[in-house]
């Protein structure tokens, strides 16, 4: 650019310094556009950095109570003691869920779970088949199992329970931290074999991102039936530690976070169902 030149003004600021009556309509509705395009793409940039800011307080999270659960020893691994900062302190989970987790060691190392039907084209190594069973354990721990749902019983309802809680389970319970999208990997071979269910809920838009609440998660009865449901004694023993959590005021059924059903994606208070089959028990309080 020569000494004494000016910038070419833009086509903004040449319609600002242009007479009223010179603007012709096409000007207007260009200079239109490229104010939203900028406002729009100030409003991306926005969301991508609050989504990085949470991203890195979930991971910071996840990082502190593992290491919490190495330094105070509370890491109760496989058995069968809920993940806590209590650790063996805690109160035991039901005596059934010793059988049923080495049934969940059984199917994940002896091939049950065979990798070439979940899309994936190699085998599985030793380290991916325990980091499955890790991810197993976690939800199961988690799992009412006469219905297979996944989440919390409480006095007001069976509450839903999102990924990252899950994955903070898995932290206390193993020791590590494991990262969302090894989380989600693991997740989509549990779909793919049909073990794990979903059904989200949808709850509106805002500036074009869905908002939802936890979705619904279940593990399928046939997995369930594999790793003990089908032996009558371990049928007996759920059935007895359900009705002693009914006993004590706790609610099964699941909480409606949605008044109306809409097949449409994205309309406000609607949910996408993802498989043929609701999930069992689909009784929810209105």
Known sequence: MSQG?????????????????????EQIALADVIKTDIEYQSIIDERNRKSREIRAIKRTKKQRLANDAIVK????????????????????????FNVIIN?????????????????????????????LFEVLVTIITRTELLS???????????HAINHDDLQEQHAMRWGYSISSS???????ILKNHKILKVMEA?????????????????????????????????KVSVERAYQKAVKNG??????MVF????????????????????????????
Not at 182 to 188: G, V
């Open 250 to 255: 706790l609610e099964f059924r699941w909480t």
């Open 73 to 96: 020893n509370t890491c109760v691994g496989s058995q069968n003691y809920p993940a806590s900062k209590q650790g063996y302190k805690a109160k035991a989970l039901p005596k059934h």
């Open 103 to 131: 049934n969940i060691r059984q199917a994940v190392f002896s091939g049950l779970l065979d990798p070439k039907t979940s899309g994936l084209n190699r085998a599985m190594s030793a380290k991916c088949r325990k980091k």
């Open 148 to 158: 297979g749902q996944i989440g919390v019983p409480k006095a007001d309802g069976f």
């Open 202 to 234: 949808k709850s509106h838009v805002s500036r074009g991102k869905v908002c939802s609440y936890a979705a619904y998660k279940w593990v399928c009865p046939k997995f369930l039936s594999k790793i003990g449901l089908s032996k009558p004694e371990i």
């Open 5 to 25: 030149s000016h910038p070419c003004p833009t086509n903004q600021e040449n319609i600002e310094k242009m007479p009223e009556s010179k603007i012709s309509y």
């Open 182 to 188: 090894t989380w989600f990997r693991y997740i989509a």
């Open 259 to 286: 008044t109306k059903v809409m097949r449409k994606k994205h309309d406000p208070i609607s949910y996408d169902l993802n498989f043929d089959a609701p999930p069992p028990n689909t009784a929810f309080i209105q």
